[in-house]
């Protein structure tokens, strides 16, 4: 069975598509993108977990 490590990672509006570019390249899939007022924008990124022998 697959499994997936995950992480969060704070966006900046005028440097997004640097940070998710930098992220994918080392195979990171952005999930979800979520805004609020006390953390401002937010990635949700998973990638398959290192040690998956599959």
């Known amino acids: 069975m697959q499994k997936w490590e995950y ?3 704070p966006l900046i509006s005028h ?3 640097e940070i ?3 992220w994918g390249e080392e195979g990171w899939d952005l999930v979800q993108v979520l805004e609020s007022q006390q ?3 937010t990635a949700f990124l998973k990638r398959p977990a290192q040690n998956d022998e599959n």
């Open 39 to 41: 953390l401002g924008m």
């Open 15 to 17: 440097a997004l598509q």
């Open 20 to 22: 998710l570019n930098q």
């Open 7 to 9: 992480t969060t990672v």
